[in-house]
């Protein structure tokens, strides 16, 4: 089964400042913190807060590629987690029919949030996030996954600044 969630912020790792994409379904009763790249970050924060560039970033030109291709991204699938490694697809449609692409999943936010498609994430995703080892995410013995994923959970919207939706 899959569940309807939003970005709800960026926030930083605190053992490895690493980024960490934060989705929260509709109701607010499920978080699944997705750890991203820099640049990554970068672009969904940027499509956040809305932030035109004079020359187009990567998910800016993607989208208007699709765009010229008479394709539209119709959503996106949070589908799997091994080894503490996420995995996405991008739902697709054209003229010549529907498709579906392999992604990172922070790839496929930054071109959801871009295109207004809605992010989905599969309920065996979010049970498996509740096992992720984060002392490999964070490198450090005593990070443990449910005091930092409880804390996760009492997160609102003012705590992430700028970078909320």
């Not at 790792?13 to 499920?30: A, G, H, Q, R, S």
């Not at 008479?70 to 529907?98: Q, R, T």
């Amino acid at each position: 089964m899959f569940l309807k969630m939003k970005v709800f912020g960026l926030t930083i790792d605190p053992f490895t400042n690493v980024p960490i994409v934060i989705l929260k379904d509709l109701e607010d009763k499920n978080t699944l913190p997705v750890w991203i790249g820099v640049l990554e970050a970068s672009a969904i924060a940027s499509e956040l807060e809305k932030i035109q560039f004079s020359r187009p970033m990567t998910h800016d030109l993607l989208k208007e590629i699709l765009k010229t291709l008479g394709a539209a991204v119709s959503k996106i699938e949070i589908i799997d987690i091994k080894e503490n490694v996420y995995y996405a697809n991008i739902y697709m449609e054209s003229k010549s029919g529907g498709f579906t692409l392999d992604a990172r999943p922070s790839d496929a936010i930054a071109i959801a949030l871009r295109a207004g498609a809605p992010i989905f994430v599969d309920t065996k995703v979010l049970e498996k996030s509740k096992s992720v080892d984060l002392r490999s995410e964070a490198g450090k013995e005593g990070a443990g996954s449910k005091d930092f994923l409880d804390s996760l959970e009492d997160l609102s919207p003012g705590d992430f600044g700028k970078y909320k939706m």
